[in-house]
């Protein structure tokens, strides 16, 4: 489990939200979700896509703040 692989699984389950088809919006609400992990507090981790993600990589239950920042590179 690492963070690049966590944001890549995120990204996938995102990637079926109509909001998500416009790919500079994606890309500016993965750079939140970066900003967050590494620190800052803009994003809300607490979506059904996230909890996908973190569960496709190995994670139990559900992400928390504490949880990502603790994964590698």
Known sequence: MTKS???RAY???LSV???ASNPEKL???LASCRAT???ASSW???GES???A???IGGKGKPTLKALRALPE
Request: charged share 40%; net charge negative.
């Open 5 to 7: 692989s966590f944001l």
């Open 11 to 13: 990204r996938e389950k």
């Open 17 to 19: 939200l109509p909001w």
């Open 27 to 29: 890309e500016r609400f």
């Open 37 to 39: 992990i590494d620190g």
């Open 44 to 46: 809300n981790h607490d």
């Open 50 to 52: 996230c909890v996908a």
């Open 54 to 56: 973190w569960r496709e």
